[in-house]
């Protein structure tokens, strides 16, 4: 079965610090794999994707993940965060053999002044 | 490009009050996507239409919610006899040609609230 897994439902880090958020998938067919912000009372928007060329993807806003096959992992850095980050991160899984995406439970990034 | 254009953006229904949520995809795409946002949860697939098909359903809940996209006009999701359960965020997508990775983009959403 097809999975993605969020390991954290909440992250907090100081303004200025690194960011790391977690992301975990499992799927039988080589997928697309992304990452998206949500920010209150404003639809999702694409930060980055990964469709099978660089295993580091660089998108918007300064963030980053790196897809890593033999730990089935994709998570998103950014160097320092800033207040304007805070947010709700969803990681999606896209099994291309059949057009069906799977979310992630999302990732309440918190900044700390 | 108005990009996905969600309407309304929010919307109050009594219990056991029909709801009508649409969803204009961006110029060119044929792909439409619904998705779900309960409280405290990702967000849940729940159907796939291309025009006038539905391609995949099997996040629909089997009573009450019905969906489409026709020929002419935005896709349509339709709630049936509302219930407090329904109350949540609903977020439609659309992409040009299907989710490979190319264009796919989300609405801002239609929150509904169910009294």
């Known amino acids: 079965a097809q999975s993605v897994t969020q390991l954290d439902s909440h992250v907090s880090v100081s303004e200025g610090t690194p960011v790391l958020l977690r992301c975990n998938y499992s799927?039988?067919?080589?997928?697309?794999l992304f990452w998206y912000v949500q920010h209150p009372n404003k639809g999702l928007q694409l930060l980055l994707k990964?469709?099978?060329?660089?295993?580091l993807v660089k998108g918007i806003n300064g963030f980053e993940a790196e897809f890593k096959k033999s730990e089935t992992s994709f998570h998103l850095t950014k160097p320092s965060a800033h207040m304007s980050d805070a947010a709700e991160y969803f990681c999606v899984v896209s099994l291309n053999r059949d057009d069906k995406i799977i979310f992630g439970k999302g990732t309440r990034l918190h900044i700390l002044p | 490009n108005a990009g996905v254009m969600q309407n309304p953006r929010h919307l109050v229904r009594r219990r056991g009050q029909e709801a009508r949520l649409r969803c204009s995809p961006m110029k060119g795409h044929s792909h439409v996507y619904w998705y779900r946002q309960l409280p405290e949860e990702g967000l849940k697939f729940m159907v796939y239409l291309q025009k006038e098909n539905i391609i995949d359903e099997s996040g629909m809940p089997k009573e009450r919610f019905s969906a489409e996209f026709p020929k002419e006009g935005p896709s349509i999701l339709r709630i049936q006899q509302v219930v407090r359960g329904d109350s949540a965020a609903y977020f439609c997508?659309?992409?040009?040609?299907?989710?490979?990775?190319?264009?796919?983009?989300f609405g801002s959403g239609t929150r509904l609230t169910v009294v």
């Open positions: 997508a659309s992409s040009a040609t299907g989710i490979d990775g190319y264009g796919y983009t």
């Open positions: 799927s039988s067919y080589s997928p697309s």
């Open positions: 990964y469709t099978s060329a660089a295993t």
